[in-house]
């Protein structure tokens, strides 16, 4: 995908405000025209690299300062506040929201700062699960410095090639004197894996899969090989309860140990050559789906951006447990919200079967989106026991074309399925709740 245009007029605006220049003198130290510089700040022209490495060479700037909106989760955090009943009647779409951040960047991040101090549950530490998963969002659930430590990483232990296990627990070994042992279950009741640094062992439940123990292997490589920079991260999101900060360093960790068994452009290289082509991506990079799943809401690299993804995670009652937005735009539904109609909710009925689904999605939407989504279920290993889950990823329709489990399906909105809100609040008298309706297994 190519890079969306950089709109940054308001921040050079303030640039030039702090340096008490006219646009003028601006213009001519940049050397471009003063209408073209008077162009830019209007956000009627991006800023082009050859005028954005000037402004940084020659006052100093600090890029990310252009990306101010960033820091409030972009286009798709400023969606998710705006999608609150409160702003119903409003109507607001997301061509409404896009002109806001680009012409006022500074006053959408008062707003949402405004409103994420007004959520009582926010101020109270009550949702700590809830604001790690906002501070990821504000991210795009993107880290771009975990992504490129892991690919040296993954390079310098050449995870390439041979055996990926065995070449990572030859860098445990080698690097910090630590060996692995897969244990009965009984011997770590309760556990899927503890690092017993008295016996300098990593000790693995022997209920874990292949790809699970390869992830909790990479994981430990990662937690303990980038430890400053996923601390750094942590402390950045000032989050406001020791249980926040401690759900988002897991997810941090978890995306390092991602970005070790995936390197970043490989995988991005591998997802571009075949289509996204979801089971041929597992097993090239020996993942289960779910990990496979998380890592594609991730690929935000600018310059080398992939598609944007979201994906959930449902257990057996069809509760949401888990969702990541990466740069999909898409908001986090209700508590409570079920569509019996989604590909999730039948792929309990299809074990391990994968469905592809084209629904039109209003949830908290001022207008409903189109989505092309694919739904399996996987077997969750535990220390005792194993738990079914459905996996959805989703991505918006007008991107679905690329897609290898995309072939043979309509994405012509006609023919999708009309999901609108959450069953709780919907009340619709035709509704498709049968939940095989228009589900096309594609494996």
Known sequence: MKDTALLAGPSLRRLRKREGLTQAAMAASLGI?????????RNQRPLSARVLVQVIERYDYDPRELREDEAIGGVGGLARRMADKRFADLAIDREEIEEFLAAAPQAAAAFARLYDQSDPAARRGEDPVGEARAAAERWQNHFPDLDHD????????RL??????AGLIERLREKHRLTVRVLPAEVVPGLVHRLDLHARQLQLSEMLGGAARRFQIARQ???LEQREAIATIVEG?????SEAREHFREHVTDYAAAALLMPYRRFLRACEQTGYD??????RFAVSFDQLAQRLTTLQRVGERGLPFFSARFGRTGRMVHFSAGASGAVYPLDGARWPAWAPYAAFESRGTMLTQAVIFGEGEAAPRHWLTIART????????????????GLEARFAGELAQARGISLDP??????????????????LTPASARLAPTD
């Open 150 to 157: 892991a690919e040296n990483l993954a390079d310098e232990v």
């Open 160 to 165: 390439s090639r041979g055996d990926i296990g």
């Open 378 to 393: 996987i077997e969750v290993d535990g220390a005792a026991c194993s738990a079914r889950r459905a996996i959805v990823l």
């Open 237 to 241: 999101a000032k989050l406001g309860s």
């Open 221 to 223: 490589i990662a937690s």
């Open 278 to 283: 979801l089971p041929v991506l597992s097993r």
């Open 33 to 41: 025209s003063p209408s073209y510089l008077n162009l830019i700040e």
């Open 414 to 431: 006609q023919d999708a399925v009309p999901l609108g809100v959450g069953c709780p609040r919907c009340g619709r008298a035709d509704c």
